[in-house]
């Protein structure tokens, strides 16, 4: 991102070679001006809005500088269609027209900026710059909306899970303290039982805020060691709790003898763990976890496989979003966070790997995790 310092035009060159202009025109020679004058950035052409709407849905396009007139799709509705994608995207619109009316559409479509044809090629740089500076500070703006909009959410989460455990043990001690329960009751020590679960429950949510806490404040990076996934993965499997709840589930493994990998096994570790504590969560009463594990070429690849409720097709898409739970019985009481898939994906892609999910109701999910031999940390 741009940042704004007392002397911009220094700031904005040593960055401008970052960044991507997107120049639209079905004419070839106006393009190929319009190539030389930004000579600075890295140059895409596009011949239409078609063209145009195909490049940049591939990404990493900050500018686009579109013709209005074009076959296909003209520069409004590839306007309109750009915006609507990503509306902090910076579109300047070039007219050999001084039409009123096609300015004011282009300005409710949100256009960035105007130039003129025959293009002055100075005013062109300059319109160019002057978008970059504009969309870093729509970024900042948008990203500033996010995180308040995320504090919100983030803090009525935490007031709603935290409620009910704290209710429970809460009623529990005042029926103590005023007689009604007698601790030498069978009845009594059920509720025991149940108040210290609860209690556990909540040493569990203190111990999933401070560790989203300490990613946050830059707990961030990859601790590399060696790492024996075929030693890890075992240990995984029967250290998870959530075999007591589902004892009639049962594992299987089939690990086959992979290199040793350079991982931050902590987060690698934390990242196995959610997918199989949620394999052992969603199945049915009874059935089988199987992890299996194979050493492809430049790649380790673990499945994680369960024949459980399944995942409707609706909810998949959104598996991996922070705070996203699946709720299959549809309580509104799903217990945790829902950080654990976030962050098993954010902490597998840190690796340069990759995570995706296939299920289906009723029949079962089924996780595919591929981690590189060769790790690099991703962004």
Known sequence: MLQLTPNPNQSLQLEIEKKTVLIV??????????????????VIEAGDGAEALEIFHKGGVDVILTDVMMPEMDGLELLKNLKEREPTVVVIIMTGFADKELILKALKADADDFITKPLNLLQLKSAVDKALVKKALKEEIANLKSVDSFK????????HKFRTPITSISLFLQNLASGVIDTRDEGAREHIGLVYDEACYLGNLVSELLAF???MNGNSDLHLEPCDLKDLIPSLISDSKEWLTKPGVAPQSDLEEVPELRLDREKIAFALQQVIDNAIKFSKDTGLVCVTMRNRAGSCQISVEDNGIGIPKEQLPKIFEKFYQVDADRTGQVRGFGLGLFYARLFIRMHGGSISIESELNVGTRVLISIPHTTSQSP
């Open 25 to 42: 025109d079905d004419e070839a020679v106006i393009r190929d001006l319009c190539k030389r004058v930004l000579h600075d950035y890295d």
């Open 213 to 215: 806490s300490s990613f």
């Open 152 to 159: 919100t959410l983030f803090l009525s989460m935490i007031s």
